[in-house]
């Protein structure tokens, strides 16, 4: 069992920026992933990274305003988001897998562990 922790939401006026960060207990992942979800929306995706070849996916519209690193040896993962806009308030979710590739990292279903969520909340 692998189990998750986030940090590092809060709030945050338009423009400013927030890092959330993920660490992972627990058997090793090798995939980990944050999604979204915003009241009265579906569940998103918004980026993911490998473990294997350290490729990262980005939805496009976070693009070139979020980055996704990651720290193999912590088994931790951080979201850097800057340029925050009042759409990308929601409660941002990590989760981790153990294998995915190209546009099945998009997907939610892709990913055996989930965190609790942490609140993101930007004011314009």
């Known amino acids: 069992q692998v189990q998750l922790v986030e940090s590092g939401g809060g709030l945050v006026q338009a423009g400013g920026s927030l890092r959330l960060s993920c660490t992972a207990s627990?058997?090793?992942?090798?995939?980990f992933g944050w999604f979204r979800q915003a009241p009265g929306k579906e569940r998103e995706f918004v980026t993911a990274?490998?473990?294997?070849?350290?490729?990262?996916y980005y939805a496009e519209s976070v693009k070139g305003r979020f980055t996704i690193a990651g720290d193999n040896a912590k088994n931790t993962v951080y979201l850097q988001m800057n340029s925050l806009k009042p759409e990308d308030t929601a409660v941002y979710y990590c989760?981790?897998?153990?294998?995915?590739?190209?546009?099945?990292?998009?997907?939610?279903?892709?990913?055996?562990?989930w965190g609790q969520g942490t609140q993101v909340t930007v004011s314009s």
């Open positions: 627990g058997r090793t992942v090798s995939i």
């Open positions: 990274i490998s473990w294997r070849d350290g490729n990262p």
């Open positions: 989760a981790a897998g153990s294998y995915c590739s190209g546009y099945r990292c998009y997907r939610a279903n892709s990913y055996n562990y």
